[in-house]
């Protein structure tokens, strides 16, 4: 068996698919790798076998050897348990960026290097540009599918391994190269969420490993509206799930999650989605990962992604001494949630990002506002 010079993460949907059969076509030699990130819990809601047989096919069409590695044990240690961590202290994480720094661009390209491999090839929609001798992570072509926000963790060592063949191509290019080629996923939907919690409901899920207290829902001043099933299952802005009925002398308009009191098990809504309680203009970090390992100055003005498919906002960020960074917004952010990522751009390229820590939006029940 031929050494494979780039190893493709097979992961059994469309884009790993074309990403793969991209790379045959231009002649390179290629190996397929299947990265099992999960443990079956029983459940039977994780897709992992069902995506591992289409990785299969997939590498039987492109006449490409197809290997496998059980990660979940990294998986779980690197990102499941800091997922935990932050829910119980009522912070939202985003597993999906850890994943990718401790799982797909560590365990992941160790693996293909065993495999005499010199660079790892995956299905994101991101690209990778050389500037002298330093690496840029830039946005996907297809601003829709974009995935620049979850790499931001990636640095140069990783950057100079990795190819992502879609990352100039919109989606629907990808899924007709997919059915021109014959590939046996081009019809396969696009897998949503995480795969440990999967199609399950994520309340049942959580609730195996954080069980909760039903607690009391409160207005911003404080006046009981409802009862919630436990208060790490919500984060800021959220609508759904709240099951608030007709309150006596409120409009009938939705409620939004606007703060979280943990240690009292007090959960805060309010009926603006745009509410004020909800509004930051400023946010500490977490230390900050650069991209090109520094800062690009020690203050300076970028835009900026509080969350995934956020339209970009123009912001000024000031490095501090601790490596942390503070952002001041031109225009208030709704919902910048603690536990969630800060994703600093120059134009399309990423500059790096880091965990919100703080904001400035009010305290929900301080009565005194």
């Known amino acids: ?86 829910y119980a202290a009522g912070r939202t994480p985003n597993p999906d960026v850890l994943c990718n720094r401790e799982v797909k661009f560590k365990h992941f390209l160790d693996a293909a290097r065993e495999l005499g491999a010199e660079r790892i090839a995956t299905g994101h929609y991101a690209q990778v540009a050389r500037a002298g001798n330093r690496w840029r992570l830039l946005r996907g072509a297809d601003r829709g599918k974009d995935q620049s926000y979850f790499l931001h963790q990636l640095g140069q060592l990783q950057l100079a391994a990795t190819a992502f063949p879609i990352g100039h191509l919109p989606k629907a290019q990808v899924r007709q190269i997919a059915r021109d080629a014959g590939l046996p996923t081009h019809a396969k939907k696009d897998s949503t969420g995480i795969c440990f919690i999967g199609e399950r409901d994520f309340r049942q899920f959580l609730g195996r490993y954080l069980p909760a207290q039903p607690g009391p829902i409160r207005d911003p001043h404080g006046v009981e509206v409802g009862e919630h099933p436990g208060v790490f299952y919500f984060t800021l802005g959220q609508r759904e799930g709240l099951n608030i009925g007709g309150v006596r002398g409120r409009a009938a308009a939705p409620w939004y999650v606007i703060g979280k009191d943990v240690a009292g098990n007090v959960l805060y809504v309010d009926q603006d989605r745009d509410s004020t309680w909800l509004l930051a203009r400023r946010l500490r970090s977490e230390t900050m990962h650069w991209i090109e390992g520094v800062p690009p100055a020690a203050a300076f003005e970028c835009t900026a992604q509080v969350r995934y498919r956020q339209q970009e906002e123009p912001c000024h960020v000031q490095v501090e001494d601790d490596g942390t960074v503070s952002v001041c917004f031109e225009r208030p952010q709704r919902a910048a949630t603690p536990g969630q990522s800060l994703v600093l751009y120059d134009g399309p390229a990423c500059l790096g990002g880091a965990v919100i820590d703080t904001t400035d939006a009010p305290v929900p029940g301080n009565t005194s506002r």
């Not at 050494?3 to 231009?26: C, K, N």
């Not at 299969?56 to 240690?77: E, K, M």
């Open 1 to 86: 068996m031929s050494v494979p010079r780039t190893v493709v993460g097979v992961s059994g949907g469309v884009d790993s698919s074309v990403a793969a059969w991209l790379l045959v076509q231009a002649g390179e030699p290629v190996a397929g790798l299947f990265m099992q990130n999960w443990d079956d819990d029983g459940s039977g809601e994780c897709r992992a076998e069902e995506d591992r047989r289409d990785a299969v096919a997939v590498c039987g069409r492109l006449g490409i050897p197809f290997h496998f590695r059980d990660f979940s044990n990294q998986y779980w240690a690197g990102v499941f348990e800091h997922f935990l961590a932050e």
